[in-house]
């Protein structure tokens, strides 16, 4: 099993950034996927990015695309996620998420290919 911690949420002018960090428990980190979806209020939780196991594919939502970037240290079990050029509209609870389903073959995207979640971390961005 995996457990995940979220750090580094907070409140942000619009164009600002903010660098999140998730860090993982347990010595099987390298084994999964990672992700970051989010969820604002009234809305459902949403992709944000994912990262392969080895770090060497990326994929990001259209709405973020060119403006975050996500990455991961295996040795130390963190995946992060920088945010630059932020906007109102991204402020939500930000949450990591770790799944095998796509290692099989399965979708980066919904969050049913992800097994294990992190508590979140708000990111408000004020106008």
């Known amino acids: 099993q995996v457990q995940l911690v979220e750090s580094g949420g907070g409140l942000v002018q619009a164009g600002g950034s903010l660098r999140l960090s998730c860090a993982a428990s347990?010595?099987?980190?390298?084994?999964?996927?990672m992700g970051w979806f989010r969820q604002a209020p009234g809305k459902e939780r949403e992709f944000v990015a994912a990262?392969?196991?080895?770090?060497?594919?990326?994929y990001y939502a259209d709405s973020v695309k060119g403006r975050f970037t996500i990455s991961r240290d295996n040795a130390k079990n963190t995946v992060t996620l920088q945010m630059n050029t932020l906007k109102p509209e991204d402020t939500a609870v930000y949450y990591c998420?770790?799944?095998?389903?796509?290692?099989?073959?399965?979708?980066?995207?919904?969050?049913?290919?992800?097994?294990?979640w992190g508590q979140g971390t708000q990111v408000t961005v004020s106008s």
């Open positions: 347990g010595r099987t980190f390298s084994s999964y996927v």
């Open positions: 990262i392969s196991r080895s770090g060497a594919g990326t």
């Open positions: 998420g770790g799944g095998l389903t796509p290692v099989y073959g399965g979708s980066y995207y919904p969050t049913s290919s992800y097994d294990y």
